[in-house]
């Protein structure tokens, strides 16, 4: 019987690999909405873009196969007429940059990180090989986890092509709520399991889904802490505050205390209250990483990238 | 030198063995850690899976990350490998030592060092038991989610290794989704937290891949686990099938009506009997399968899906729905899940055990292949499963005595692997490739995806000197059977 391997019989994946072939500086763009992170492109690099398309999508198995070039809103238009979406966000981005990026949605307590998402990954290689890893199941423990290392690689170990992703059903009933002067924290305390709580050092913004009766419920915790409002969005799946430019990485306590301690300087910012991310006016300062998962990192891209053609001037960490 | 003979001349444990190795870790970390007598390494040279072939060296205990580091850079320098292991539950030999390499057991690596509800995680080191760490927490409402049948025995460091599933993994995910952070000891012998509690640590995620990673990448040393906040309200339904198709089937449709039930596992007629005579949980002996489903959240919602689950279940000609009626009938039901493979032990000689995955929509169909699998070859088999997330653990029942029986298991085991692949399926879902599937990697992988593999653990390993002979294959696979007698009563998956 024919070895069933996860090689990819997908012609139009053949055609970007043999589009990256195997020499010179390589890029592949998305849709260019976090295209300066990790560095600026070096001079000469050839830019392509990676395919489009929705390969297969199984909603009663929820895993959806798509091509790296579709965007996240395409994506999620299609699964959202089954009542379904990811962890990935919508930034006008495509699904290859979401996952090369690997930032969350401001909303991950409800939807899960973007890492969580990828069940499989084939990318080509900097040798221009098709390679992948992972698995088309939900769960799965076979072999390195080479999606994981993928997500937020910035392009720098293999350009995506194609990944499988786990798709979650919409709740049925999803409502922004919003109040002055409460603790965001306690808020965080109080709810069973919030979609979101964001935060600017005034209001504290709320997302509850589930069942409606459940997100009643909720709601009637919360106004044990204060005075809620409903906050009604034209766009139902549109963040009810605008957010500063300038993304920030820090733990749930640090982001429920932002602007006190940590992030004293930031300027106007919204806060991810139990997630950690926060948005501001001024940038982070530069996180470092430590000395020893510097040289691994270094060896990894070594390894996977000797030649240093994949996204060259792009570096992972440490800016 | 006086000082090292004092210590011999007090009976340090196999001090005498004349391996100038063996007096230089107990010199580092103390003689009572370093264990080199016959019993223990004749002990720690198996774990719960079937391989025979392991082989260990000197046995440490550290309890410290330093002493982990010392333990690392002595073997370095006299050109030993090392292997770390937990509780020693693996079921695929990933912590079989090959080759007699150092073996380091973290079981003394077991506080709890900080339960952070704030930031909602717990910083342990890895010989803390998984069970342990949710009785810790249960007085602060929170628990550790994944959960496998293991679980009273086996460490967190082990679950980390193996990305460890359990029932209620459906819906909270396997341990990958669990760990915020953790300390490795590279094979270099340096010391380096990997991860980090905000929300995205800077860097490749070599937390990511460390996870799952079967002890080759190094020595986890510390983890930061999330805490998962516990759910007001549960409901447990027991669902019974003339046929074990309809299980499957109900399964399948749960997931299709956009229900993530926090667990669904299905067992069939052949293992429940078992169960029953075993503990006596309460599932019905005339069932062909019965579905376990269990939804939690809060009080309307946890309704709503039951219900639904129920009416899907009847769709699928359920002979009978139960809604647990209390904590107690709950904590029976799941007992008796829970202690599966312990009944097994009871009736059947020998056993093998697999571990699959298939999609959801394919589990009625390879069901239906595995019993025509197991017929043809002529061994019994029991199905007790993961179904909510297609994660299939035929167990093939047979008397290691009976001539060329061996030979037949074998046979049907690859025919299985070999049925769960064709149906858009993975090797394993939770027991990890060890040794024991390394030769299957290439029905799954092409030799570029393994290279890629392998450069991934040369990166942090680049001498292979941590646990080196696993996951990937190379040539050193082999695969044994499982003498019952030799393993505790609570067998688990």
Same mark, same amino acid.
């Given at each position: 019987?024919?070895?069933?391997?996860?090689?990819?019989?997908?012609?139009?994946?053949?055609?970007?690999?043999?589009?990256?072939? %195997?020499?010179?500086?390589?890029?592949?763009?998305?849709?260019?909405?976090?295209?300066?992170? /990790? @560095? &600026? !492109? $070096?001079? +000469?690099?050839?830019?392509?873009?990676?395919?489009?398309?929705?390969?297969?999508?199984?909603?009663?198995?929820?895993?959806?196969?798509?091509?790296?070039?579709?965007?996240?809103?395409?994506?999620?238009?299609?699964? %959202?007429?089954?009542?379904?979406?990811?962890?990935?966000?919508?930034?006008?981005?495509?699904? /290859? @940059? &979401? !996952? $090369?990026? +690997?930032?969350?949605?401001?909303?991950?307590?409800?939807?899960?990180?973007?890492?969580?998402?990828?069940?499989?990954?084939?990318?080509?290689?900097?040798?221009?090989?098709?390679?992948?890893?992972?698995?088309?199941?939900?769960?799965?423990?076979?072999?390195?986890?080479?999606?994981?290392?993928?997500?937020?690689?910035? @392009?720098? !170990?293999?350009?995506?092509?194609?990944?499988?992703?786990?798709?979650?059903?919409?709740?049925?009933?999803?409502?922004?709520?919003?109040?002055?002067?409460?603790?965001?924290?306690?808020?965080?305390?109080?709810?069973?399991?919030?979609?979101?709580?964001?935060?600017?050092?005034?209001?504290?913004?709320?997302?509850?889904?589930?069942?409606?009766?459940?997100?009643?419920?909720?709601?009637?915790?919360?106004?044990?802490?204060?005075?809620?409002?409903?906050?009604?969005?034209?766009?139902?799946?549109?963040?009810?505050?605008?957010?500063?430019?300038?993304?920030?990485?820090?733990?749930?306590?640090?982001?429920?205390?932002?602007?006190?301690?940590?992030?004293?300087?930031?300027?106007?910012?919204?806060?991810?209250?139990?997630?950690?991310?926060?948005?501001?006016?001024?940038?982070?300062?530069?996180?470092?990483?430590?000395?020893?998962?510097?040289?691994?990192?270094?060896?990894?891209?070594?390894?996977?990238?000797?030649?240093?053609?994949?996204?060259?001037?792009?570096?992972?960490?440490?800016? | 030198?006086?000082?090292?003979?004092?210590?011999?001349?007090?009976?340090?444990?196999?001090?005498?063995?004349?391996?100038?190795?063996?007096?230089?870790?107990?010199?580092?970390?103390?003689?009572?850690?370093?264990?080199?007598?016959?019993?223990?390494?004749?002990?720690?040279?198996?774990?719960?899976?079937?391989?025979?072939?392991?082989?260990?060296?000197?046995?440490?205990?550290?309890?410290?990350?330093?002493?982990?580091?010392?333990?690392?850079?002595?073997?370095?320098?006299?050109?030993?490998?090392?292997?770390?292991?937990?509780?020693?539950?693996?079921?695929?030999?990933?912590?079989?030592?090959?080759?007699?390499?150092?073996?380091?057991?973290?079981?003394?690596?077991?506080?709890?060092?900080?339960?952070?509800?704030?930031?909602?995680?717990?910083?342990?080191?890895?010989?803390?038991?998984?069970?342990?760490?949710?009785?810790?927490?249960?007085?602060?409402?929170?628990?550790?989610?994944?959960?496998?049948?293991?679980?009273?025995?086996?460490?967190?460091?082990?679950?980390?290794?193996?990305?460890?599933?359990?029932?209620?993994?459906?819906?909270?995910?396997?341990?990958?989704?669990?760990?915020?952070?953790?300390?490795?000891?590279?094979?270099?012998?340096?010391?380096?937290?990997?991860?980090?509690?905000?929300?995205?640590?800077?860097?490749?995620?070599?937390?990511?891949?460390?996870?799952?990673?079967?002890?080759?990448?190094?020595?986890?040393?510390?983890?930061?686990?999330?805490?998962?906040?516990?759910?007001?309200?549960?409901?447990?339904?027991?669902?019974?099938?003339?046929?074990?198709?309809?299980?499957?089937?109900?399964?399948?449709?749960?997931?299709?009506?956009?229900?993530?039930?926090?667990?669904?596992?299905?067992?069939?007629?052949?293992?429940?009997?078992?169960?029953?005579?075993?503990?006596?949980?309460?599932?019905?002996?005339?069932?062909?399968?019965?579905?376990?489903?269990?939804?939690?959240?809060?009080?309307?919602?946890?309704?709503?899906?039951?219900?639904?689950?129920?009416?899907?279940?009847?769709?699928?000609?359920?002979?009978?729905?139960?809604?647990?009626?209390?904590?107690?009938?709950?904590?029976?039901?799941?007992?008796?899940?829970?202690?599966?493979?312990?009944?097994?032990?009871?009736?059947?000689?020998?056993?093998?055990?697999?571990?699959?995955?298939?999609?959801?929509?394919?589990?009625?169909?390879?069901?239906?292949?595995?019993?025509?699998?197991?017929?043809?070859?002529?061994?019994?088999?029991?199905?007790?499963?993961?179904?909510?997330?297609?994660?299939?653990?035929?167990?093939?029942?047979?008397?290691?005595?009976?001539?060329?029986?061996?030979?037949?298991?074998?046979?049907?085991?690859?025919?299985?692997?070999?049925?769960?692949?064709?149906?858009?399926?993975?090797?394993?879902?939770?027991?990890?490739?060890?040794?024991?599937?390394?030769?299957?990697?290439?029905?799954?992988?092409?030799?570029?995806?393994?290279?890629?593999?392998?450069?991934?653990?040369?990166?942090?390993?680049?001498?292979?000197?941590?646990?080196?002979?696993?996951?990937?294959?190379?040539?050193?696979?082999?695969?044994?059977?499982?003498?019952?007698?030799?393993?505790?009563?609570?067998?688990?998956?």
């Amino acid at each position: 019987m024919a070895p069933a391997t996860l090689t990819s019989t997908d012609p139009v994946l053949a055609e970007f690999a043999a589009d990256i072939g %195997a020499d010179g500086p390589i890029a592949v763009a998305g849709g260019r909405t976090r295209w300066e992170l /990790g @560095g &600026a !492109l $070096a001079d +000469g690099t050839r830019v392509v873009a990676a395919p489009t398309g929705i390969v297969e999508y199984i909603p009663d198995e929820m895993t959806v196969t798509v091509r790296a070039g579709t965007t996240v809103a395409e994506l999620h238009r299609t699964l %959202a007429e089954r009542g379904q979406r990811t962890g990935l966000p919508d930034r006008g981005g495509t699904v /290859g @940059g &979401a !996952l $090369a990026v +690997g930032e969350n949605d401001l909303r991950a307590l409800g939807r899960g990180p973007v890492r969580n998402a990828l069940l499989q990954i084939r990318y080509v290689s900097a040798d221009g090989r098709i390679v992948s890893s992972g698995g088309p199941t939900v769960k799965n423990v076979s072999g390195f986890d080479l999606p994981r290392l993928m997500v937020g690689s910035l @392009g720098t !170990l293999g350009m995506l092509g194609e990944a499988i992703l786990r798709t979650n059903p919409i709740p049925p009933h999803a409502r922004w709520l919003a109040a002055e002067g409460v603790d965001p924290g306690e808020v965080h305390e109080v709810l069973l399991a919030p979609s979101a709580i964001l935060w600017d050092g005034e209001t504290t913004w709320v997302q509850l889904e589930g069942h409606a009766a459940d997100v009643d419920a909720q709601r009637l915790v919360l106004d044990g802490l204060g005075s809620f409002r409903t906050v009604d969005l034209d766009d139902s799946d549109a963040l009810p505050v605008e957010l500063p430019a300038n993304r920030w990485s820090c733990t749930p306590a640090e982001a429920a205390g932002f602007g006190t301690g940590v992030g004293a300087d930031a300027g106007r910012f919204v806060a991810a209250v139990g997630l950690g991310l926060v948005f501001a006016e001024r940038p982070q300062p530069p996180r470092v990483l430590a000395p020893a998962a510097a040289v691994v990192s270094e060896r990894l891209k070594q390894n996977f990238d000797p030649t240093g053609r994949c996204n060259p001037g792009r570096v992972v960490g440490g800016r | 030198m006086l000082e090292r003979l004092k210590r011999r001349a007090r009976g340090g444990s196999g001090y005498a063995t004349g391996d100038p190795f063996v007096a230089a870790l107990q010199d580092a970390i103390g003689p009572d850690r370093v264990k080199v007598d016959g019993a223990h390494k004749a002990l720690l040279s198996h774990d719960a899976s079937v391989f025979e072939g392991g082989n260990a060296g000197p046995v440490c205990y550290p309890d410290s990350t330093e002493q982990v580091q010392t333990i690392v850079r002595l073997a370095n320098e006299y050109g030993r490998n090392v292997v770390p292991r937990g509780a020693g539950t693996g079921l695929a030999g990933g912590a079989i030592p090959l080759g007699a390499p150092v073996v380091v057991a973290v079981t003394r690596m077991d506080r709890i060092l900080e339960v952070d509800t704030v930031n909602r995680v717990a910083w342990v080191e890895p010989g803390v038991i998984n069970l342990d760490l949710t009785k810790r927490l249960t007085p602060t409402g929170y628990h550790f989610a994944p959960d496998p049948s293991s679980q009273q025995v086996c460490t967190i460091g082990g679950n980390v290794a193996n990305n460890s599933g359990g029932p209620h993994c459906l819906a909270y995910g396997v341990t990958n989704a669990h760990v915020v952070a953790l300390e490795l000891v590279l094979p270099s012998g340096e010391a380096v937290i990997l991860g980090g509690l905000d929300a995205e640590p800077t860097g490749y995620d070599l937390r990511g891949v460390v996870v799952g990673s079967e002890g080759t990448l190094g020595v986890v040393t510390k983890v930061a686990v999330r805490i998962t906040r516990n759910r007001p309200e549960v409901r447990t339904l027991l669902l019974s099938f003339s046929e074990v198709r309809d299980a499957a089937n109900t399964v399948s449709d749960v997931i299709a009506a956009g229900i993530v039930p926090a667990a669904m596992e299905v067992m069939d007629q052949r293992i429940t009997e078992a169960v029953e005579n075993y503990v006596g949980a309460g599932y019905p002996r005339d069932a062909a399968a019965v579905l376990l489903a269990e939804v939690d959240g809060q009080a309307d919602g946890v309704d709503i899906d039951a219900d639904r689950i129920a009416e899907i279940g009847r769709a699928n000609h359920a002979t009978d729905v139960r809604l647990a009626g209390s904590d107690e009938e709950r904590a029976l039901l799941w007992k008796g899940r829970k202690t599966a493979f312990g009944a097994v032990a009871q009736i059947a000689p020998d056993y093998y055990l697999h571990d699959t995955v298939v999609p959801r929509r394919a589990l009625a169909d390879v069901l239906t292949e595995i019993y025509a699998i197991a017929d043809r070859h002529e061994v019994l088999v029991m199905n007790v499963f993961h179904a909510g997330d297609g994660n299939l653990h035929p167990l093939l029942i047979f008397d290691g005595r009976e001539e060329g029986v061996l030979e037949r298991v074998h046979a049907a085991g690859e025919e299985i692997i070999t049925a769960s692949l064709d149906a858009g399926g993975v090797l394993s879902g939770e027991h990890g490739i060890g040794v024991e599937k390394q030769k299957f990697m290439s029905r799954m992988f092409t030799d570029d995806d393994l290279d890629h593999q392998n450069r991934l653990r040369q990166a942090f390993d680049p001498g292979c000197r941590t646990n080196p002979g696993k996951v990937i294959p190379s040539g050193h696979s082999c695969a044994d059977i499982q003498a019952l007698r030799s393993v505790p009563r609570e067998v688990w998956v």
